[in-house]
């Protein structure tokens, strides 16, 4: 007898989506944090574009992630 595949959302995508306060709060300062090291890299930027030297792809995405990096509570990239 075929088999039949039933398509359906996963109940633990659901479940995983609910957010206590705590988690809430967690992400709310992690933004934050973020935020100030955006805010840095946009003042570099603006003055590294003005310089001689050029800049690629590679040496912008560099100097975010390190102004991150100087963050408190850092682990990792969250896409790599």
Known sequence: ?????A???SP???LKS???QAEIDGMKHAHLKDAV???Q???WLETAVTEADPL????VA????SLRRQQDGFVSPSFD
Not at 1 to 5: E, G, N, Q
Not at 62 to 65: A, P, V, W
């Open 37 to 39: 090291a955006v805010c």
């Open 18 to 20: 609910i957010k206590n």
């Open 41 to 43: 890299f946009l003042h």
């Open 12 to 14: 633990v995508t659901y």
């Open 1 to 5: 007898k075929p088999l039949s595949v």
């Open 7 to 9: 398509e359906k959302p």
């Open 56 to 59: 690629t792809e590679v040496s």
């Open 62 to 65: 560099d100097k975010l992630e």
